[in-house]
């Protein structure tokens, strides 16, 4: 193959796309801000072009300056990572427009998975459980739109359609509350998303985070990777996950897997996505659905031996997903810590130089990182600093192995939330699995 990509992101997964790129015979150009002229991956690449200042806005996130770039070294196709334009379906549009191949699914499809409501009633039709809500034009009358809560029922939780990262939901525990919470939920709508529009949802108390991986080839073709298990979050920010996830009713598990492979098979799904449920009460529930890589993907691709972003890159490129359903089998267990440059306590940001580090490595252990000695961590940026990912037989010899694979590996000269991860690992209910999303916040912070 002597096609060109575009890598249109940064860190830890524009380095791993660019090793995806180098194993398939891919020249890369890779797109940087002032900056971050010394990220590891621009030392591997082809080619490099400098896209504007350090401010998202004025590098990462502008089109017309990656646009640029991809024509004047002639790419073929742009990889988009997570984040940033990622998701932006005008942003793939473009790409689209102006002969570069967006590596991702069309941007119809990005469009409509993007906004929550439309994204429920579509993967409704599915067979997919979505959360029992309303979410039609409120009636004018108080009386009526109270009689639709009271048949939903409390707890409910009023979300901004146009919200994102955890932002624009409020709970609403019972009717006194409810008409002032719409009220104030609707204004800060308004202000932060220039959108005031919301809609009601059960409120579901002590879910896990369960989601599917899928792979289809845009033209009918769809496998899926199982489930990876998101529930340790912190502010609705996922810290460590897991593939697979563990003790879920086998035949409704079968059943989502079928209709999530089912709904990519009929939309002639491209790329590769993720759809995101709460799991309570041996229940599904729908919440989103990314059309992207996830930061989690390699806890997925250590228990199937499966090169997501590979997968990526050939499908864009016309090559079709290589495997079939029945030629992909889920070997033991793994899991991943995010490493992040912050404050463990104040869980603030700490940017500035690694003085001095060391990585995690050995027998079962993957380390996913763009730093090394003497690299300066922006201010600008996600704090993700690294991934380390271990796989053993089950989930138990996997926490052992990230236990020790966490006391090798250290960060000087800034902060992070390894002491975090390290507590966690030898929490009780964490290795016995018993711990759901509030878990980390409601049990054991406070416990701290
Ligand atoms: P965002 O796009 O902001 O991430 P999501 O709809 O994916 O929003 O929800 C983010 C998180 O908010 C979920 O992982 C969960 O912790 C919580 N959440 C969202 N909807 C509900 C619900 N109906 N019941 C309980 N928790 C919810």
């Known amino acids: 193959m002597s096609k060109k990509i575009l890598i249109a992101n940064r860190g830890e997964i524009a380095l791993r796309a660019l090793r995806a790129c180098r194993e398939l015979g891919l020249k890369t150009v890779s797109v940087y801000?002032?900056?971050?002229?010394?990220?590891?991956?621009?030392?591997?690449?082809?080619?490099?072009?400098?896209?504007?200042?350090?401010?998202?806005?004025?590098?990462?996130?502008?089109?017309?300056?990656?646009?640029?770039?991809?024509?004047?070294?002639?790419?073929?196709?742009?990889?988009?990572?997570?984040?940033?334009l990622a998701e932006n379906p005008d942003f793939a549009e473009q790409c689209d427009k102006s002969g570069f191949k967006f590596i991702g699914p069309n941007s119809d499809t990005i469009r409509k998975m993007g906004d929550k409501i439309t994204a429920k009633a579509f993967v409704s039709k599915f067979n997919i459980p979505i959360v029992p809500g309303y979410s039609d034009d409120l009636p004018e009358d108080d009386e009526q739109l109270k009689t639709i809560v009271n048949n939903i029922g409390y707890p409910v939780i009023i979300k901004a359609t146009a919200g994102g990262g955890g932002r624009g939901m409020r709970i609403v525990e019972a009717e006194d509350e409810l008409l002032s919470t719409i009220d104030i939920t609707m204004q800060e709508a308004g202000n932060a998303f220039g959108n005031n529009k919301i809609y009601i949802e059960k409120f579901i108390e002590n879910p896990r985070h369960i989601e599917v991986q899928i792979v289809g080839d845009g033209k009918g073709n769809a496998i899926h990777l199982g489930t990876r298990d998101c529930s340790m979050q912190r502010r609705h920010q996922k810290i460590i996950e897991e593939a697979p996830a563990l003790d879920i009713d086998s035949q409704n598990l079968q059943n989502i897997l079928d209709s999530c492979v089912n709904l990519c098979k009929e939309i002639n799904y491209e790329g590769v996505g993720t759809l995101e449920f709460l799991y309570e009460n041996k229940n599904f529930y729908f919440i989103e659905m990314n059309t992207r890589i996830q930061v989690e993907h390699p806890v997925t691709e250590m228990i199937t031996g499966f090169d997501i972003v590979k997968a990526q890159l050939r499908i864009a490129l016309d090559l079709g997903i290589t495997l079939n359903q029945d030629e992909i089998s889920f070997n033991g267990h793994a899991i991943e810590c995010r490493i992040n440059a912050e404050d463990p306590e104040t869980l603030q940001p700490s940017p500035?130089?690694?003085?001095?580090?060391?990585?995690?490595?050995?027998?079962?252990?993957?380390?996913?990182?763009?730093?090394?000695?003497?690299?300066?961590?922006?201010?600008?940026?996600?704090?993700?600093?690294?991934?380390?990912?271990?796989?053993?037989?089950?989930?138990?010899?996997?926490?052992?192995?990230?236990?020790?694979?966490?006391?090798?590996?250290?960060?000087?000269?800034?902060?992070?939330?390894?002491?975090?991860?390290?507590?966690?690992?030898?929490?009780?209910?964490?290795?016995?699995?018993?711990?759901?999303?509030?878990?980390l916040e409601k049990e054991f912070l406070k416990l701290k």
């Open 33 to 84: 801000s002032e900056i971050d002229k010394d990220l590891k991956h621009l030392k591997f690449s082809d080619e490099t072009v400098c896209i504007g200042p350090a401010i998202p806005a004025e590098s990462y996130l502008n089109v017309p300056s990656i646009l640029s770039a991809a024509e004047l070294t002639e790419v073929d196709a742009i990889y988009p990572g997570y984040g940033f």
């Open 352 to 439: 500035g130089v690694i003085s001095k580090m060391h990585t995690a490595g050995g027998f079962g252990i993957r380390y996913d990182s763009h730093i090394y000695g003497g690299y300066y961590v922006p201010p600008f940026y996600d704090s993700l600093l690294a991934k380390i990912i271990t796989q053993a037989n089950t989930r138990k010899s996997a926490i052992k192995r990230m236990i020790s694979a966490l006391d090798e590996f250290f960060v000087e000269g800034i902060k992070t939330n390894q002491p975090l991860h390290q507590d966690i690992l030898n929490d009780k209910k964490f290795i016995e699995n018993e711990h759901t999303i509030n878990y």
